[in-house]
């Protein structure tokens, strides 16, 4: 059982910042790949950011060079940095962790989301 709760969200002028956090419960946090994704009304679950156990990270092309994703093991805590935002970044936004189960099976994990809404 891997548990994902989110934090962080809230209202924000357009070009402000917001800081998301996402702590996940589990053993094995420090050898899963994490990521966030985000969910406009309407519209269906997108991939913002991804960061590898070892910390690559990825990002979509809208929010490269805008948002940063990071993560702490000690604290078992993802964190994305949302820097420039508009109001196209309005979404429910969602950690994901990423967790093997067996040599080749993998499941994803997801919190419950948290709101982010800019203003403009």
């Known amino acids: 059982q891997v548990q994902l709760v989110e934090s962080g969200g809230g209202l924000v002028q357009a070009g402000g910042s917001l800081s998301l956090s996402c702590i996940a419960s589990g053993r094995t946090f420090s050898i899963n790949a994490l990521g966030w994704s985000c969910q406009a009304p309407g519209k269906q679950r997108e991939l913002v950011a991804t960061?590898?156990?070892?910390?690559?990270?990825n990002y979509t092309d809208s929010e490269k060079g805008r948002f940063t994703i990071s993560r702490d093991n000690a604290k078992n805590t993802v964190y994305l940095q949302m820097n420039s935002l508009g109001p196209e970044d309005t979404a429910v936004y969602y950690c994901n962790q990423r967790v093997r189960d067996a040599p080749f099976r993998t499941n994803d994990y997801w919190g419950q989301g948290t709101q982010v809404t800019v203003s403009s």
């Open positions: 960061i590898t156990s070892a910390g690559e990270t």
